[in-house]
């Protein structure tokens, strides 16, 4: 069965949860980090989230520097997937 999540993008899927949750957002802007969506491009919608092309879920670039967020964001190191 197939899913719009390919194995292309399960990393950044992967990373954006890791950074959700470590990360303590008093503004409340991830609540639009809605990781049950699972249509094609859905984190693309994310709030600070830009991608290669809106209809995929591959990352670009990050914009969170604004966000007023209170933990430092740590150095994550992306495991391929074979």
Same mark, same amino acid.
């Given at each position: 069965m197939a899913t719009s @999540?390919?194995?292309a993008t399960e990393p950044d899927?992967?990373?954006l949860k890791s950074i959700k949750d470590s990360l303590e957002d008093p503004y409340n802007h991830f609540s639009s980090w809605d990781f049950a969506d @699972?249509?094609?491009g859905?984190?693309?919608r994310f709030a600070g989230v830009e991608c290669w092309h809106p209809?995929?879920?591959r990352v670009l670039?990050?914009?969170l520097s604004n966000m007023g967020i209170l933990k430092k964001i740590?150095?994550?190191r992306f495991?391929?997937?074979s």
């Open positions: @999540q390919n194995r899927v992967y990373c @699972q249509t094609e859905f984190i693309c209809d995929e879920n670039k990050l914009a740590m150095l994550m495991r391929a997937y």
